[in-house]
């Protein structure tokens, strides 16, 4: 799938959602609201592309980027919730993120997230967009 949306609507296609649920594979990185609108510069659907374009999915639902209401569910088992405007980018994804390396590309992820954290606070709008990702993802 493309993009996950709910709570309602059901997209079997990939085993993304059923029941209203977003499924995550065990391993999965959910990229947070905030700073998927720094890559958007500010805008959190310039941001969901932007990330979509490197393998994430961006998820829109009921509430916000810090509501955490949209139900969640990690290797079908563990209970979880994710937030509108949030971009989850399953194992296959970060693996190709990071060569093959699931531990690689987490920590390219977590590279990206904490770039964009700082961004936010040094920029008085809109932060740095593009310039945030990984060097050959552009």
Do not use: C
């Not at 493309?2 to 085993?15: F, K, L, R, S």
């Not at 916000?64 to 919730?81: H, L, Q, V």
């Amino acid at each position: 799938p493309t993009t996950w949306q709910g709570p309602t609507q059901q997209i079997a296609a990939g085993g993304m959602a059923h029941g209203g649920e977003v499924h995550m594979d065990d391993g999965s990185f959910v990229m947070p609201a905030r700073e998927t609108a720094e890559f958007g510069r500010g805008s959190t659907a310039a941001g969901q592309r932007i990330l979509k374009g490197l393998g994430g999915i961006p998820i829109k639902g009921d509430g916000d980027g810090i509501s955490y209401s949209i139900p969640a569910r990690i290797g079908g088992s563990k209970e979880a919730k994710v937030a509108d405007g949030e971009v989850l980018f399953q194992r296959p994804a970060i693996e190709r993120l990071g060569g093959g390396s699931h531990k690689r590309g987490t920590n390219k992820l977590y590279s990206m997230m904490r770039r964009a954290e700082k961004s936010r606070k040094q920029a008085s709008r809109g932060g740095y967009g593009l310039a945030l990702l990984p060097s050959g993802a552009k």
